[in-house]
Structures are given as C-alpha cells and as structure tokens.
C-alpha cells in the first residue's frame, strides 16, 4: 500500500471516528441516552380542554394562571371552554355521552360523576401527603372509595356578619378569638341586648336556605344522613334541638319571620343598618364593599355540641378516556400547588383550601377571611358528606326548606317535620339504591 492511499484510508477513519464521537455527544446533550430529562420541545405537544365557568373575577386570573403554565410547559396548549354555570352540567353530560369528555372541568358537583372521574391516586405520588394538604372537613367531596377524585380549588363557607355601629351603641363585644366564642345561648342574649341598648329591629337574619339552615343541625350535633349515607339522621334528637331553636329565635323575635314565612331579602335588611347580624357565606365580604351608613365586621358563630360551618366551593375534575390523562394529571397538581393556589384565591378573593393558606395578604377582608378559614378548620366532615350526596339531597332539599317553614308557622312541630323530611330520605337512598 503506497503513502498516498495509506494517507486517504488515515484521513477517512479520522471523519468518521469524529461524526461517530459527535453523534453520541448529541445524544447525551438531549438527554435520551444518559437519563436526562427531555426537552420540552421534544415532549410530546398536547391539548387539554377545560371546561370552566365563572362567578366574578376569577376567570381573569385562570388565564393569567394558565398562560404561566405554558410558558413553562410549552409542549402543553390549555384550551378553557367557557360556559355558564346553568348550562356546565348539561354541557358536560353531552361531551361525555359523545364520547369526548374535556380533560378537566371546574366543578362544584363532584359527586355526579364520580364514575367518570379520573382518579389521581397514581399520579400524586403519596395519596395521604396530598390530601394532608387540604382542610379536613373538605375531604368527602374529592375522596370516594380511596379515590381521589378532583382536586380542592376553593372554598366556600357559612359564617357571620355584623353590624360594629349596632354592636358598639349597644356596648357590647363580639368574641375577639376562637377561645372566647359564645354558646348559642350567650349569642342570643348578646344580640337582645342590642336591640334592647343598640337599636337595632332584628338580633339575626339568616338566609333562606337549606344549605345554610344546616349550619345549626351540624352544630347541635345532628347530620341530615347517617355517616355511611344508607339512611337518614335528620330527626335525631340533636337535629330535632336544632330545629327548635331554630323556631324560638323566630317566636321571640330575634329573627324576622318574612324571611322564611315570606320574602324579604335578608341582604336588604341588614344593608338598612337595622339588624345586629346576619348568617351568610363569605362571598358577601366582597357584596357588603359598598355598604357606607354602618361598619360591619365577621365574627365567629356560636357553638353548641361543637363548632361547625358548611363547606362549599369548587374542584378541579380530570376525567376518563381523553388519551392525556397524565397531562392532565400534572395541570391538576401545578393548579393545587400552594404558590398556585395561593395566588389564585388571593386575586379572586375566595378562601384557600390549603392549611398552609390561611392567611393570604388579600386586597379586602383579610382578618374576615381568616374568619371564615378558621370556622372551616373546626366544621365537622359530616357536613361534607351530606352535602356531597348530589345525587341524593337536591331529591329532599326542597321538601326540607318546606318542612322547616311549617314548623316555624306552627303546622307542625319540630319533630313531625323532621320525621315527615326523614321518610322522604329514606325513600329517595332506596330508590337509588335500586
């Protein structure tokens, strides 16, 4: 072999030993061979639709949310499908039925479609750490069977507003922490001696609700469903306690019966500055901005057996059969994270779910949602777990709202119309039960 072809045969090795050597280098850098991450343009590009609706403020901070996410996660498109609360449920049904569900739907029903639910258990790392999280008395309305089914967003809760002006005429204080909170008792005379001393007509006003009336029957210890939710409770004797209480404070005066006998709205009677206190959700922090004629405040509620509010709000549901399932998975967690979640209730001026979120340095109301946190933080979760039956309560809820005005006219005692509500519980879990 001559020097000349000798020297070609050297140079050819030379190129291919680089191209080699450069190859592999490529692979390292991309991580595909060494056990890196990939990139994120490599990540496979996916499109998740959320199905949201919106009360107020907060679905201009999703957006802002979102658009966070993907920047950091480019291979990711958030597709929000907005639509109005009445229609979310039929909306959803339809997408599902057609065999298109949307990756992840903000939810206030969780339990209508626990069936179709992603569930998130594998995909959280550890279920308890996660649930940790999140406040206790919550955890019904997202874990069913051990699965967790959706992810809290945030909450909801019963309290007490009241009037400073009356309060203070009256000279009379309010509990100034959760060690000195009255007994039902003690809160009523309280409230007497403010219209007696303060001025005011009315001692309480109490929204027209079920959902709300359940404030006191989880307080003096009652439940509308039995803990397993085979049977009803709502005419124990602590919920027929509770019901009776409930007609005193009409029959002496304390409360207004053309609230729950006819139909004045209780937010314009306690914005006329006329009434001492009113048993409302936190939501009317932000309705009652405006009020100029009288300071008003949050205060905690009175106990019986135990404390308790009625938790509510909205969850994050990822859902069956969409192909990306872990995508979704991974937008759920980011959504639950604390600095997320923070920001997230923060803006839009709702309660956290997170224990770690209790005082958030909102706009407006920052002691009254600290109020609000803390009467979620000692609420039983037998609330949670009677509200949570959506299959089951708004089949009753009606005819206990009905139940509840009989007895307060005298129809019917407090008894006779829990046992009435009793029978139609029984019958509407046999029904489903069938």
């Given at each position: 072999m001559n020097n000349s072809v000798r020297s070609a045969l050297l140079l050819l090795f030379s190129i291919m030993l680089t191209i080699s050597l450069a190859g592999c280098s490529g692979k390292n850098a991309e991580g595909s061979s060494s056990g890196g991450q990939e990139t994120a343009d490599a990540k496979k590009q996916v499109t998740l639709d959320f199905l949201w609706f919106t009360d107020g403020i907060e679905g201009d901070v999703i957006k802002e949310v979102i658009a966070d996410y993907q920047k950091e996660n480019s291979h990711v498109k958030i597709n929000l499908v907005e639509v109005a609360y009445k229609d979310l449920l039929t909306k959803l049904r339809t997408m599902i039925s057609g065999g298109k569900p949307p990756a992840l739907a903000r939810m206030t029903d969780t339990g209508l479609f626990v069936n179709q639910a992603l569930d998130l258990t594998p995909y959280v790392g550890d279920a308890d750490s996660f649930i940790s999280q999140f406040v206790d008395s919550i955890k019904p309305y997202y874990v069913v069977d051990n699965a967790?089914?959706?992810?809290?967003?945030?909450?909801?809760?019963?309290?007490?507003?009241?009037?400073?002006?009356?309060?203070?005429?009256?000279?009379?204080?309010?509990?100034?922490?959760?060690?000195?909170?009255?007994?039902?008792?003690?809160?009523?005379?309280?409230?007497?001696?403010?219209?007696?001393?303060?001025?005011?007509?009315?001692?309480?006003?109490?929204?027209?609700?079920?959902?709300?009336?359940?404030?006191?029957?989880?307080?003096?210890?009652?439940?509308?469903?039995?803990?397993?939710?085979?049977?009803?409770?709502?005419?124990?004797?602590?919920?027929?306690?509770?019901?009776?209480?409930?007609?005193?404070?009409?029959?002496?005066?304390?409360?207004?019966?053309?609230?729950?006998?006819?139909?004045?709205?209780?937010?314009?009677?306690?914005?006329?500055?006329?009434?001492?206190?009113?048993?409302?959700?936190?939501?009317?922090?932000?309705?009652y901005k405006d009020i100029d004629n009288f300071e008003w405040g949050i205060t905690y509620m009175p106990k019986q057996e135990i404390r308790s509010s009625v938790p509510g709000g909205k969850y994050?549901?990822?859902?069956?059969?969409?192909?990306?399932?872990?995508?979704?998975?991974?937008?759920?967690?980011?959504?639950?994270?604390?600095?997320?979640?923070?920001?997230?209730?923060?803006?839009?001026?709702?309660?956290?779910?997170?224990?770690?979120?209790?005082?958030?340095?909102?706009?407006?109301?920052?002691?009254?949602?600290?109020?609000?946190?803390?009467?979620?933080?000692?609420?039983?979760?037998?609330?949670?777990?009677?509200?949570?039956?959506?299959e089951i309560v708004p089949k009753f809820s009606t005819d206990l709202k009905d139940h509840i005005i009989e007895a307060i006219s005298g129809k019917t005692t407090a008894k006779e119309a829990l046992d009435k509500t009793a029978r139609l519980i029984d019958k509407v879990i046999s029904e489903q039960e069938k």
């Open positions: 967790i089914i959706a992810s809290p967003m945030d909450l909801t809760a019963n309290g007490m507003i009241y009037n400073k002006t009356l309060f203070q005429q009256a000279g009379v204080q309010v509990p100034a922490s959760q060690e000195d909170i009255w007994t039902w008792d003690e809160f009523t005379a309280a409230v007497k001696q403010v219209m007696e001393k303060g001025g005011a007509k009315y001692g309480l006003v109490w929204d027209f609700t079920p959902h709300r009336w359940t404030t006191m029957l989880y307080q003096f210890g009652g439940s509308m469903l039995s803990e397993d939710g085979t049977k009803a409770a709502i005419n124990s004797p602590e919920g027929v306690q509770a019901l009776e209480y409930f007609i005193k404070l009409h029959e002496e005066g304390v409360m207004p019966k053309s609230v729950w006998l006819g139909s004045e709205n209780p937010n314009n009677l306690f914005r006329s500055g006329q009434v001492a206190v009113h048993l409302a959700g936190n939501w009317m922090i932000s309705n994050v549901m990822g859902f069956k059969g969409t192909g990306v399932e872990e995508a979704t998975a991974e937008f759920i967690q980011y959504l639950s994270s604390k600095e997320v979640n923070g920001k997230y209730n923060q803006e839009s001026l709702f309660i956290s779910p997170r224990k770690d979120s209790v005082k958030l340095d909102y706009a407006f109301g920052k002691e009254m949602f600290e109020v609000f946190a803390n009467e979620l933080a000692n609420t039983t979760p037998l609330a949670a777990n009677d509200w949570s039956k959506q």
